[in-house]
């Protein structure tokens, strides 16, 4: 039995125009982000979604406030969809961040993991939490289609799981950006995933 997964990205919100690292507070959506949601709202309307996740917070609930109305579903909440800890650098502007530990500049641009934040959750711990939420959301679900929002650097973590791409191999493939719309199966009968399509962009 085959469960299809619907995986997203948290509209734009000030947070992300703002260059803040990770997402420990909600910010408002942009204007640019009520564009990306009406767009994503208009693709899901007519599929066949059998229930809608979201993280905690309001970015990403705001994100599918619209679909969830549309299709009459409500949205359930799961905590270990929430956005990666950055530790003592979480929610801080990258140019504060750059003045205190300029060793960190490297990982302004680049789309790949940053290393060397005190206190910061790990790859490891964001990988298992990702799968532990979205195998507890499959196995209520299962032979169903969900849609789970989540936050960038979190869905891009479990992407790579899947496929077994770890960071040190640059794909910018996997790089999610605001509402980026992820595909997979989950295949009951040898407990795995497939990614079918990765960070589509509709807008």
């Known amino acids: 039995m085959k469960t299809k997964i619907y995986l997203i990205r948290n509209a734009e919100c000030l947070g992300n125009i703002n260059n803040i690292l990770g997402e420990k507070n909600n910010y408002d959506i942009t204007e640019n982000g009520r564009k990306q949601i009406k767009a994503i709202s208009d ?13 905690l917070s309001t970015m990403c609930l705001e994100t599918v406030e619209n679909i969830s109305k549309k ?3 409500k949205i359930n909440t799961v905590e270990n969809l929430r956005e990666k800890y950055f530790g003592i650098y979480d929610g801080m502007k990258w140019e504060d961040i750059i003045k205190e530990a300029p060793e960190l500049r490297k990982y302004r641009k680049k789309k790949i993991e940053i290393l060397g934040i005190k206190n910061q959750e790990s790859t490891k711990q964001v990988e298992d939490r990702m799968s532990k939420a979205i195998r507890g959301i499959v196995k209520k679900n299962e032979g169903q289609t969900v849609l789970i929002v989540s936050h960038g650097i979190a869905i891009e973590t479990f992407l790579r799981a899947v496929v077994a791409v770890p960071y040190s191999d640059d794909k910018t493939k996997y790089f999610q950006k605001n509402c980026a719309i992820n595909l997979l199966e989950y295949d009951e009968d040898i407990d795995e995933f497939e990614l079918k399509e990765v960070a589509k962009i509709i807008y």
């Open 43 to 55: 693709y899901f309307k007519n599929k066949k979604i059998s229930n809608i996740y979201s993280s």
């Open 71 to 73: 299709l009459n579903i």
